[in-house]
């Protein structure tokens, strides 16, 4: 009896999912094709979207392709531009991200030594001492 999990060993037995894409499938809660069937292309690309991690477009294509059985490039045009505007519009609806700002730009400033203001360097203090 199989379990269906997407393990190293099953993850050649889903159509188009290898092994970065199973691992990230595994760490959103996604273990077998049931899982996957069960959250649907769309949202099972914005979970792992939602972790954090950063799938492109070969992702939903190749979820919707697994859950078909057939491979990623067979997906009708139509049905890409349907899958698409979903995963758009469901991105539409995150947060925006926090981003930090940007670092102000450093600048260099050239101070002119004068003489009688240097300090005396600790090498000067153990010259001095001997």
């Given at each position: 009896m199989t379990t269906g999990k997407l393990d190293a060993k099953q993850t050649d037995k889903l159509r188009n999912i290898g092994p970065k894409s199973?691992?990230?499938l595994r760490q959103v809660g996604l273990r077998t094709r049931e899982d996957?069937?069960?959250?649907g292309t769309v949202d099972a690309f914005m979970?792992?979207?939602r972790a954090g991690f950063?799938?492109?477009?070969?992702?939903?294509?190749?979820i919707e392709g697994a859950l078909q059985d057939c491979h990623w490039q067979e997906i009708s045009d139509e049905r890409r531009g349907e899958l698409i505007q979903a995963a758009d519009a469901a991105i539409a609806l995150l947060p925006p991200p926090r981003y930090r700002p940007a670092a102000a730009p450093v600048t260099t400033t050239q101070v002119?030594?004068?003489a009688s203001m240097a300090m005396p360097s600790l090498f000067d203090e153990a010259a001095d001492r001997d």
């Open positions: 199973a691992a990230w996957l069937a069960a959250a979970r792992v979207k950063k799938p492109t477009l070969n992702l939903l294509y190749a002119a030594e004068d």
